[in-house]
């Protein structure tokens, strides 16, 4: 990282967090500290990502922000608690004290374009892979380095978990100030290897409470959340990390399913209600709990967050059986040959006996596509995650750098290339 | 009542309760001990009740049972239960000791036959509408007066809070033989006049996990419903019976929403979860909250039991304009003139600015009907209720009394009628 001679444009890529004991609910608005620790799976970045290229120039009159291609509102607290905070690293990096004035790169204005290649809003915790991004972007912009998730969680709470790579727990911290609520890893991406992750999208519909506003009526109202956060998340915790560290399935999907279950309860609890759940989450979840009675034992295990696409973990000696048993449940439509996107499953039959204690009442185009894929490591800058696991993005759109850029006339020179993300 | 001189025949009826402090989950399997206390309003008889008719013969060779036309098994034990404690408190009230012989007629075998005037197993609760009547019936036959709530807990466990009219609470009660987890009356029926109770029914299917089951399961695995029924339920109750005495429905409204959604959270931190309201469901609740928000306040309140059926509790003045929005969100079909069942409502229209506000998207055919009743008073004999505020039901079937009764060849002597409630 380029230390005290900063880039002037940087890109980087952050992976999606699957949390399997969730996080609902804030003791601190503004600092995003939460009523409970929370532990999370980090997916690969090749199916879901989100990127992100921020440039600093003397030229910009102001700091200025794309989302997906639209211009959104750069003056949102949140965006702004990281600018600040990683703007006072920087400074602070650079050895100034208190009094020194800040070098002069630092009082430039930013332009940042963001993008994710899946669904904003749908509950796929986008704005974890967002903030993660925006930070390690704007961190190596500024050549910050060091602990960089209790930044990434005052954008976005989960995000400081998309900041690391397998197994990350976010420690809820007990300081007023927030420093000690920061993530850490658990066990690495490469500590599990046969673990795999399907996506069933059932729905990319926006969802209609969102996460922010639905977890503070939660904690407002809620009892059974209190409860929750206090007497039940500490026990699953210590379960739940015993698990991962044995590489045990069966209590790993179980707990996974009972800690989604339960913080969908507590959305039901709140008043009003929330629902992310809808009828075909519902079936979902009873065709896995079929499938598993089959088995006799857990070989699927789901959870689902803010929205009704439901997230399903497995071993790679499943996989090809259970796509198979979710393609006869919800037969794809038109789409068929791309209805399992990501890694691939090879075609398998099922035997009679299978099919008629797991695959009732089929409804088809229910779930609009599947995708397979399995766990990486955290937000990294574009050319690739520290280990090398992942592939290089490729750019959105390249052009020459101009000077005055604007959105629409964007540039790529090299290493250090500005791609306008929101144009595809 | 006939005292020492039995009737050979009786008929009863018995109507259903809306718990809006809900009972799930039981300390004591057998004796149908619950985890917390439990209040509900009984509904009138018009619209929704069992009849049951018993009869006693020495010409009868064996105790039998038909429920809805169906002949269905004596020997299920809670019935037994109910049957063993109703002649055990015979023999009692006829000054036998322990040694002394039985009436003859305590020795006779009894003919059962019930039938429910709504759909069985569609969560609104038959089986309690059920067991009071069956109770009633038999305490009527073999001249038991007195206590008779414990004896219909012992049938299922909400039949108790049947056997009274208007507001009534099951009490746990803390002792180990159950004689103190009884029902009584918070206020009676002529205590709040203005109270409307909606049934919006959904679906008549059967619910896929029954209660009994369901309730153990979630007693087994679900960490909030043990915190709900330890640390929730008392509070509850005592701000329930408050805004009961008072008449605050904006308070009981509320609270009856919460305590219908944190019973349903617990099913859902059951495991496997369970589920019992539907998209339809779901709907519902939100059109509710969008008319109390529209109007400002809490002006109608929802409540689910093991079903999809919503109960709607609203104020006299509220029931014809609420009507019409169901009307407006749920538009009937064919039966558009039978899609009000129950008293009447009168036609209204509704305002530009309430149907953009409060009916979004309608769903067509989605509530199959309405049913609009009131409060009234508990089980009782076939003649009316002891206030006479109930209609007598109507006989299903009727005819001659003859010696070697048997289903299929049913019979009636006056007020002392046999009618043979399968054969409609």
Redesign the interface.
Known sequence: MAGEKPLTVATCTAPVNIAVIKYWGKRDEELILPINSSLSVTLHQDQLKATTTAAISRDFKEDRLWLNGEEADVGHPRLQSCLRELRRLARKRRGGSAGAAAPLSLAYKVHVASVNNFPTAAGLASSAAGYACLVHTLARLYGVEGELSEVARQGSGSACRSMLGGFVLWLMGERPDGKDSIAQQVAPETHWPELRVLILVVSAEKKPVGSTAGMQTSVD?S??LK??AE??VPERMAQMIQFIQQRDFEGFG?LT??DS??F???C??????I?YL??VS?RI?ALA?RFNAYHGKTKVAYTFDAGPNAVVFTLADTVDEFVEVVKCSFPPGSNGDQFLKGLPARPTSLSEELLSAVVLEPVPGAIQYIFLTKVRCGAGPEAGCPRGCCRRPEPIHAGELKRGWTPGLTACSGRKKLCLLGLE
């Open positions: 109202t009892p059974l409860h929750r007497a039940v179980q399913m009972k279950n339960q969908h309860a507590t039901l609890d709140t008043f009003p209600p629902f809808n009828d519902r979840i709990h």
